[in-house]
């Protein structure tokens, strides 16, 4: 008697942790695997306009050295040097970018879906659109390696 009531302890316990166990994973497997992606990603885009807007290359940090920027109506604008010369002298102006999703597992590429607004210096709202950027992880961080962007605006002729 004294024996089955220790097997029904154990089997009880072993019932309780497994319990145990298949939460801790839930709850795991509920949290955001990008998390921490999402915060260098916001970032990054927090202070993108500003680099722009220095005209002095230092937007480039946030590129890979191979990356493409995919530019409306367009060639791809590919490599560093290329990347200088299409914002050299580029308007000023502020954007903000609003991650709607972001795709992939976080460990080497993800892709980020977003929206931007655009405005003058003073405020004036002069362009949105969308953004989906391809980005890599590198030694010195996440960096854009593909970047294409178009605006919700009617095409101008």
């Not at 607004?117 to 010195?140: A, H, P, R, S």
Request: charged share 30%; net charge positive; with cysteine.
């Amino acid at each position: 008697m004294k024996r089955k009531t220790t097997m029904r302890k154990r089997m009880i316990a072993l019932q309780l942790l497994l319990v145990g166990m298949a939460i801790t994973g839930y709850a795991k497997a509920g949290e955001d695997p990008l998390k921490e992606v999402r915060k260098a990603i916001e970032a990054s885009n927090a202070i993108y306009a500003d680099l722009a807007n220095k005209n002095d290359g230092s937007i480039l940090s946030r590129y890979t050295d191979d990356a493409c920027l995919l530019p409306p109506n367009a060639a791809p604008v590919c490599g560093k040097e290329n990347l200088a010369k299409f914002f050299k002298d580029g308007p000023k102006v502020h954007c903000k970018f609003t991650i709607q999703h972001l795709f992939g597992d976080g460990k080497e590429f993800v892709t980020e879906e977003s929206y931007y607004e655009m405005t003058d210096m003073n405020g004036k709202k002069i362009d949105e659109g969308k953004v989906l950027i391809v980005w890599k992880k590198t030694k010195d961080g996440w960096k854009m390696h593909h970047d294409m962007f178009s605006s919700n605006g009617p095409l101008k002729q």
